[in-house]
Nanobody
């Protein structure tokens, strides 16, 4: 089992940048592929980005492609989501999630992940 804790959220103006962190504890972190999801008020949770166990493969939602970068440091048991050129529509609670093994073909679906963090709030004003 792995425990996940997100941090790095905040309130920023449009165009700003934030770096979210997902710190893991428990089982060997490198066994897990990691995804980031977000959920805005009144909306369903949606996929943002994912990274495989080594960091060699990354995946992004169309809505953040080119503005976000997911990376990981297995020595620090941490995954990062660098978000640039933030827009008001990026406002949401951001969650990281872990799936045992490599990235599954249905990695954009929440059901692909076994473990979830509590989330960190990102608010972007215009």
């Amino acid at each position: 089992q792995v425990q996940l804790v997100e941090s790095g959220g905040g309130s920023v103006q449009g165009g700003a940048s934030l770096r979210l962190s997902c710190a893991a504890s428990g089982r060997t972190f490198s066994y897990y592929a990691i995804g980031w999801f977000r959920q805005a008020p009144g909306k369903e949770r949606e996929f943002v980005a994912a990274i495989n166990w080594s960091g060699g493969n990354t995946f992004y939602a169309d809505s953040v492609q080119g503005r976000c970068t997911i990376s990981r440091d297995n020595a620090k048991n941490t995954v990062y989501l660098q978000m640039n050129s933030l827009k008001p529509e990026d406002t949401a609670v951001y969650y990281c999630a872990a799936q045992n093994g490599d990235v599954r073909y249905y990695y954009t679906e929440a059901s692909a992940y076994e473990y979830w963090g509590q989330g960190t709030q990102v608010a972007v004003s215009s």
